[in-house]
């Protein structure tokens, strides 16, 4: 099974097109086709605007009040986050300082300029703290600075030598969406019924093609976000501050869930009720 250490998380807005999600997925298990990039080549400037935690580069075309609007939004997602996490008043962390955030003009120069593939809509370094987007996406504010910002918050609070599931860091950042992935139960649900579903320990090694199945790909979607939602809103907020405490602490994820769920020896025996929760 292939772990996961947070680097290069792309975010593709999920508009039922194969091809964006499809390779999203790529990218997010860690077969890279093409490798997330962090440096720009572009030979175009950045504006600047500084605030208390997110420096903001901007294209000079990105209208002034769109970006004031992100560093305000940026700002309270950024509470709103790491209160989801349970870290707000968390001595052991002192939060994450200059966020940096690139808006790049439109869709065309953040592929071009920023390494990205055409499908991609946003990306997160969390070890850099940096976040990629372009204004003209939809779900911009309520979807993806949230999400991304939950990488950079999940990373910089557990380290970046936890190794976790791609399926609950994915699920965790969804988490932080407004939305929530909202029909995921759904949809894990009817893969149950017909004999789709991908078991947790078989998600994170499952192997996704350009041409793969488009459900298989909608299903890791929805399964990340359907076994985490259910960890956090089942299972009960204190318990899930208290397992990402552990990964913090550097416990393995199969025994921080232990320890915390005391009845999930395996990740198999939390799949195994949270399957039963979806079907009960
Ligand atoms: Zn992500």
């Known amino acids: 099974m292939k772990n996961n250490k947070g680097d290069g998380h792309i975010y593709s807005y999920h508009k039922g097109q194969i091809n964006v999600s499809v390779t999203f997925i790529l990218l997010c298990f860690g077969f890279l086709f093409i490798k997330p990039s962090f440096a720009d080549d572009s030979q175009n400037t950045w504006q600047q605007l500084k605030g208390q935690d997110f420096i903001i580069y901007y294209r000079s075309a990105v ?19 790491i209160d989801n996490l349970g870290i707000t008043s968390n001595p052991s962390w002192t939060g994450p300082r200059q966020i940096k955030i690139y808006i790049y003009k439109d869709h065309d120069d953040f592929v071009k300029n920023s390494g990205q593939a055409i499908w991609a809509h946003g990306v997160a370094f969390a070890r850099a703290k940096t976040i990629k987007l372009y204004p003209d996406v939809a779900g911009f504010f309520d979807s993806i600075l949230p999400h991304e910002l ?10 970046f030598d936890a190794e976790v599931p791609l399926w609950f860091e994915e699920g965790v950042a969804i988490y932080q969406e ?8 759904d949809i894990v649900k009817e893969a149950i019924a017909n004999g789709q579903f991908i078991p947790l320990t078989q998600l994170t090694g499952v192997r996704l093609y350009k041409d793969s199945n488009n459900q298989v790909v909608d299903l890791f979607y929805s399964e990340s ?24 602490n550097g ?23 949270w399957m039963e929760y979806l079907q009960g």
């Open 63 to 81: 209208p002034d009040d769109f970006v004031q609007t992100t560093m305000d939004t940026g700002e309270d997602e950024l509470k709103r986050v």
């Open 150 to 159: 939950g990488h950079i918050i999940f990373r910089d609070y557990i380290g």
């Open 178 to 185: 407004k939305a929530k992935r909202l029909g995921s139960n």
């Open 225 to 248: 976000a359907s076994a985490v939602y259910y960890l956090i809103t089942e299972l009960g907020e204190q318990e899930f501050y208290m397992f990402l405490q552990e990964l913090k």
């Open 251 to 273: 416990t393995a994820f199969v025994d921080a869930l232990h320890k915390v769920y005391l009845r999930f020896k395996t990740t198999d025996e939390l799949n195994q009720t």
